[in-house]
């Protein structure tokens, strides 16, 4: 499939807003339907860890190392499995004040 039809959920303040689709959602010659999601990602979620340097400096590179794991594994997944239509369900982005958009770019 050339393009993927991607539907994210973005919950802001309580509401959710659904993102326009990049092509009409199809199903295959085949009559198939791949959908993959994903949920729970818990970006950004890091809590001290004992034994270890848990300065705010030390948390955020140990976050952004972990983010940049979860994004890589996601696009592995996307580009192995060529889904018709990717969803992101539940908790993705778990920090106030966070960074993590950049990610999602």
Known sequence: MSRIGV??????????????????????SDGTFKIVQFTDTHLEEIDQQKGQDNSPAAMKARAEQKCAAIIAGITRIVEKEKPDLVVFTGDNVFAKGSDTAVYWR
């Open 7 to 28: 539907l994210c959920l973005l919950v802001i303040g309580g509401m959710a807003m659904a993102a326009p689709t990049v092509a009409p959602l199809k199903f295959a």
